[in-house]
C-alpha cells in the first residue's frame, strides 16, 4: 500500500527530535526553577503531586494559582518525557460529554494565555477543525454534537462538502455528506506546553524534583500521612496520582490499595516530511472518523494517526520505565490507517516519510478520564486515563481537580469523571486488558444512543440470570451488574433486533410499548437485584443520629416506614439519592442507586463517627430485587402469602416482612420507583429462584411478564420522577426539582445542607426542573430526543435535558431537564409564573420542535388521555 515515495527516514532530524524528546526545553526550565531549592529532597509538603506531565504540571499550576503552599512536583524521569511527549498536539471541544467540552475548551484558552503569562511560546496556533460525515448517521450524531456545543457556547456549524473543500484543500470531498466546522480548535506544541506550566507553576513556589520515583504512600487513620521515595521521606496531608500510564501501578502499591482501572495500549501516528508545496500551519485539523483517522499540519507536512479496530493492548504484566520511548515500528497493523489517509488525501502518495511513532496511550473502562479522591484514603486524589485527550483535558482538569481540594468540590458537575464512579471489581487486569480493546476503536465508532460495551461482562449477576435469559432478556451493564433492558417475544429475529443501530425510532419500540402495557394493566416483574444496598445498625440511637444528619428528611419515623430523601452536601445539592426503611428502631435499610455503591458508601463513612456501636454494611450482594409493577400485583403477592396487600392493609411506603411461598424474611415494600401501584421484594438470594418462580406461577392467571429497565424509565419519566446520575447531581437542589416537601424545614435539626436551602428559599431558585411533552414531532419519522437536547424558551437557550423516553400512555415523546433564567448575563430568580408564559422547543440535532412545559406530572393530560380512550371505545362499540 506504500509506494517507494513512502520509505522511512532510518533518522529522525532535528526538528523531529525537538517534539519527541522534550529534553532540552523541559530541563532547562527544571533546572531554573529548582536551583534555589535546596538540592536535597524536603521532608515536608502539603501536597505531593507524582507526575511531571502535562496533567501533574496543571494541577501543581492550578492549586498555586488557588495559593497553596508546598507543593511537592515529583517526576521519575524527566519533566514531560512520558505521553506527554508523544500527544498529537491537538485540543479539540468535540468531547461526546458536556463537561469534556468544558474542560478542552477551557485547555485551550489557559495554553493561549500561558504564552503571556510565562514568555515561553506553547506552539499555539488556532486552526479549528473539520469532523467528516461519509454516512447520515455520522452527519445526524454531528448535528446532535454542534447542538450541545452551541448550548455551552462554543463557535461551531455544519457545513456541506465544498465548504470542507475550500477550507482545506487537500481533503478529498466526494464520499462526504457534510462536516462539523470547529473554528476555535487549536494545535500545541505538547513539551512546550508542559514546560510553560511547569515553569508557572515554579514561578509560585512549586518545588519540581526529577528522577525521583514515588514507591510507596502511606496512609494513617484512613488518611494520607507520608510518601517514600528513592531519595527519602516526605510527609504530607495529599497526595495527587498523575503518574499516567503507571498511575495503576503507583495505586495498588500504596498501603491501603487505591484502584486506578486504566490499562495501556500502543497508539500510533504518522510525521511526513515537508510537502513540496508545504501545509500552513493553520491548516484545519481532519477528523474523520469514519475512516478511524486524525490529521493536522505538522511543520509543513502531515502528522496523521487514529483508532484502529484492533489495538494493541500493552503493560498488561505491570512492566515499569523510568521514561516512555518509542516503541516499534508496525507499517503492517498502521496500513488501514495509512490507506484511510490516502483516500482522504490523494496527493500525499507523492509525500515521504519521516518516522512512524508508536507511543503507549492509557484508556479507562468507559472512555472516560479519572478524577477526584479515593474511596478508601482521605487525601488520596488521581487525575489518570485520559483515553488520548490528555492534552485537551489537561488544563481544565487540572483547574477542576485543584478546585476540589481547595473548596471540597469542583466548579462543575465531574460525576461522569468522577473516580468513585468504579470500585475495586474493575480493576482487574485481565478485566482491563479485554476492555481497552474495546475502548480504543469506540472513540471513532458510531455511537447511537443506548449503546452498551460488549466486554467484561457478565461480571456481576442476579441469581435469576439464566433463567431470564431463557426467556429472552437482553442485557446491557451498569456498574459491572448485568440489567434486563427488555424480553424478546418468542418468534422475534434476535440478532437484526440486536443489530439494530438508529437515532430513530428502535426496533424495540412495540416490544417495550408491550411491557408498558402490561405494568398499567396487568403486572409484570423486574429484576431490580443491582441497586445498591446498605444496612446501618447502632446499639442506640446513634444510627438515628447519623441519618438525621445526613438526610434531608425526616427519619425518625414508625418501624417499617418508608422515606425517600436526598443525602446533601453543604451547598444543598445531592449527593445521594435514596429510599431508607426504618426496619427497627436502631436499624436502617438504605436503597440507592446501582452506580452509588462506592460514593454512597464514601459519602457516609466520611461523616460517620468513630463508634463501635455503629456499624453499616454493603449487603447489597445478599439481597435479590423484585419489582411487582401493576394493579393485579396485590393479586399475587395475597395469593402467595395468604395476607391482604390491598391499600387499607398495606399502606404506601411501607415494609414487612412477609413469607412468600416457602420463602422467610422477605421485605416487601410497598413501593415501584415508577409512581404505578406495586410492591418491591427483598429477597435474600438463597431464595431468590423459589420466590420468582411461584410469583411466576400465580400470576399466570392475571397476565404477568417479565419487563426491563427501559419499560421502567419510560414509567418514571411520564411520571416526573428524576434519577441521581442523570437529572440529579451534587449542585442540584430539592427546592430546584420540586422536592421541597421531602425536607425537613418544620425539625430543629440541622442536617447537611439545611443552611444553604433556608438562604435558597429566601432568595428564590434560579434554575427549574421541569417536564416536556413534545408536539408536533413524529414519532415513526422524526429524530428522538435522548438527552442533552438544548431547551429554548420564547426563542432563547434557556436549559439542556437531562433525560427522555417515549410515554406510551400519553403517545408522545416527554423530556425532563433544567431552565435557566438569565438577566444581564447573570442567573435571576425563576418563578412558575415566568416558567408558564414562556413558549418551549427542543431542538434535537439542529431542528427544533414545539413543547408543552410544566412543573409537576401532567396528571390533567393522563385524564384526557383516558378520556380520548374511552369515548374512542364506546364510538368503536356504538358503530358495531
Not at 182 to 203: F, K, R
Not at 323 to 332: H, L, P
Not at 525 to 541: A, N, P, Q, R
Not at 639 to 650: A, G, I
Request: proline content about 5%; charged content about 20%; some cysteine.
Amino acid at each position: 500500500m506504500r509506494g517507494s515515495a513512502w520509505c522511512v527516514c532510518p533518522r529522525a532530524p532535528v526538528l523531529l527530535r525537538r517534539w519527541l524528546c522534550a529534553g532540552g526545553g523541559a530541563r532547562r526550565g527544571v533546572r531554573v526553577f529548582s536551583s534555589e531549592a535546596p538540592p536535597t529532597l524536603p521532608t515536608r509538603a502539603r501536597v505531593l503531586i507524582c507526575g511531571g506531565g502535562v496533567v501533574g504540571t496543571s494541577v501543581a499550576y492550578h492549586l498555586a494559582k488557588l495559593g497553596w503552599t508546598e507543593i511537592l512536583l515529583l517526576e521519575q524521569g524527566r519533566l514531560g518525557a512520558g505521553t506527554t511527549r508523544f500527544c498529537a498536539g491537538i485540543v479539540s471541544v468535540a468531547k461526546p460529554l458536556s463537561i469534556e467540552s468544558q474542560m478542552a475548551d477551557y485547555s485551550s484558552a489557559l495554553y493561549e494565555r500561558l504564552q503571556q503569562e510565562t514568555g515561553v511560546s506553547t506552539g499555539f496556533v488556532r486552526t479549528g477543525s473539520l469532523c467528516l460525515a461519509q454516512n447520515q448517521d455520522r452527519f445526524l450524531s454531528l448535528k446532535r454534537l454542534a447542538s450541545r456545543l452551541k448550548a455551552l457556547g462554543v463557535a461551531c456549524s455544519i457545513i456541506k462538502p465544498k465548504e470542507v473543500s475550500k477550507l482545506h484543500p487537500l481533503v478529498n470531498i466526494h464520499d462526504l455528506v457534510g462536516a462539523l466546522h470547529l473554528p476555535g480548535d487549536a494545535v500545541v506544541s505538547p513539551p512546550d506546553v508542559n514546560h510553560a506550566m511547569a515553569m508557572a507553576a515554579a514561578a509560585h513556589g512549586v518545588q519540581i524534583f526529577e528522577h525521583t520515583s514515588v514507591t510507596h504512600v502511606l496512609v494513617k487513620n484512613g488518611h494520607v500521612a507520608a510518601v517514600e521515595t528513592d531519595r527519602g521521606s516526605v510527609e504530607c496531608e495529599y497526595f495527587v496520582n498523575c503518574a499516567g500510564q503507571w498511575a495503576y501501578e503507583l495505586g495498588q502499591s500504596s498501603e491501603v490499595k487505591v484502584s486506578v482501572p486504566l490499562h495501556g495500549c500502543e497508539h500510533f501516528y504518522l510525521l511526513t516530511k515537508p510537502l513540496s508545496e508545504p501545509l500552513p500551519s493553520n491548516s484545519p485539523v481532519v477528523i474523520d472518523m469514519d475512516g478511524r483517522i486524525y490529521a493536522r499540519s505538522w511543520h509543513g507536512g502531515i502528522l496523521s494517526g487514529g483508532f484502529e479496530k484492533n489495538p494493541k493492548p500493552i503493560f498488561t504484566e505491570g512492566r515499569n520505565q523510568l521514561e516512555v520511548q518509542n516503541m516499534q515500528e508496525d507499517w503492517d497493523h498502521f496500513e488501514p490507517m495509512l490507506s484511510a489517509l490516502l483516500r482522504r488525501m490523494p496527493t500525499l502518495e507523492a509525500c515521504e516519510v519521516q518516522q512512524l511513532v508508536n507511543c503507549p496511550e492509557s484508556f479507562t473502562p468507559d472512555m472516560r478520564c479519572l478524577m477526584g479522591e479515593t474511596p478508601g484514603a482521605g487525601g488520596y486524589f488521581v487525575l489518570a486515563g485520559m483515553n488520548s485527550s490528555g492534552l485537551s483535558f489537561a488544563g481544565g482538569a487540572g483547574k477542576f481537580l485543584a478546585e476540589w481540594m481547595t473548596h471540597g468540590y469542583p466548579s462543575a458537575n465531574v460525576w461522569p469523571l468522577d473516580i468513585k464512579r468504579f470500585g475495586n471489581l474493575q480493576s482487574s487486569r485481565t478485566f482491563l486488558r479485554h476492555r481497552v480493546m474495546e475502548v480504543m476503536p469506540l472513540l471513532y465508532e458510531l455511537k447511537v444512543p443506548r449503546w452498551d460495551f460488549q466486554t467484561g461482562r457478565q461480571l456481576r449477576t442476579s441469581p435469576l440470570y439464566d433463567r431470564l435469559d431463557t426467556q429472552g432478556a437482553r442485557w446491557m451493564e451498569k456498574h459491572g451488574f448485568e440489567r434486563a433492558k427488555y424480553f424478546v417475544p418468542a418468534g422475534k429475529d434476535l440478532l437484526a433486533l440486536d443489530q439494530s443501530k438508529t437515532f430513530y425510532k428502535p426496533d424495540w419500540f412495540d416490544i417495550v410499548g408491550a411491557e408498558v402495557k402490561c405494568c398499567k394493566e396487568a403486572v409484570c416483574v423486574i429484576d431490580m437485584s443491582s441497586f445498591t444496598k446498605f444496612e446501618l445498625t447502632s446499639s442506640g440511637d446513634q444510627a438515628l443520629h447519623l441519618l438525621q444528619r445526613l438526610c434531608a428528611n425526616d427519619l425518625d419515623v414508625p418501624v417499617g416506614h418508608i422515606v425517600h430523601t436526598g443525602m446533601l452536601n453543604a451547598r444543598g445539592g445531592y449527593e445521594n439519592d435514596c429510599s431508607v426503611v426504618r426496619l427497627s428502631k436502631h436499624s436502617f435499610f438504605i436503597i440507592s442507586p446501582t452506580d452509588q455503591q462506592v460514593h454512597c458508601w464514601s459519602w457516609i463513612k466520611q461523616h460517620m463517627p468513630s463508634d463501635p456501636q455503629l456499624h453499616l454494611e454493603d449487603v447489597s450482594w445478599k439481597y435479590t430485587a423484585l419489582n411487582l409493577i401493576g394493579p393485579r400485583a396485590m393479586d399475587v403477592l395475597s395469593e402467595l402469602s395468604y395476607v391482604s396487600m390491598t391499600p387499607e392493609h398495606f399502606p404506601s411506603l411501607f415494609c414487612k416482612e412477609m413469607s412468600v411461598g416457602y420463602a422467610n424474611g422477605i421485605r416487601v415494600m410497598s413501593m415501584t420507583h415508577t409512581g404505578e401501584p406495586g410492591f418491591m421484594l427483598y429477597i435474600p438470594i438463597e431464595y431468590a429462584l423459589h420466590v420468582y418462580n411461584e410469583v411466576m406461577s400465580v400470576g399466570q392467571k392475571y397476565g404477568i411478564r417479565n419487563a426491563g429497565y427501559y419499560a421502567l424509565r419510560s414509567l418514571r419519566i411520564e411520571k416526573f420522577f428524576a434519577f441521581w446520575g442523570q437529572d440529579l447531581d451534587s449542585f442540584t437542589t430539592p427546592l430546584e426539582c420540586g422536592r421541597e416537601f421531602r425536607v425537613k424545614f418544620d425539625k430543629d435539626t440541622d442536617f447537611l445542607g439545611r443552611a444553604a436551602l433556608l438562604q435558597q428559599r429566601e432568595v428564590g431558585v434560579t434554575r427549574r426542573f421541569l417536564m416536556l411533552v413534545l408536539e408536533d414531532h413524529d414519532a415513526e419519522l422524526d429524530l428522538w430526543p435522548w438527552w442533552g437536547e438544548p431547551i429554548y424558551r420564547s426563542g432563547q437557550l434557556a436549559g439542556t435535558t437531562t433525560s427522555s423516553a417515549y410515554s406510551y400512555t400519553l403517545q408522545r415523546h416527554v423530556c425532563l431537564g433544567f431552565i435557566q433564567r438569565l438577566e444581564g448575563g447573570a442567573p435571576a430568580v425563576l418563578t412558575p409564573e415566568f416558567i408558564n408564559r414562556g413558549d418551549y422547543e427542543v431542538e434535537i440535532a439542529g431542528q427544533r420542535f414545539p413543547a408543552k412545559a410544566k412543573l409537576y406530572p401532567f396528571s390533567s393530560l393522563f385524564a384526557q388521555q383516558r378520556r380520548r380512550k374511552e369515548d374512542l371505545e364506546l364510538s368503536n362499540f356504538q358503530s358495531k
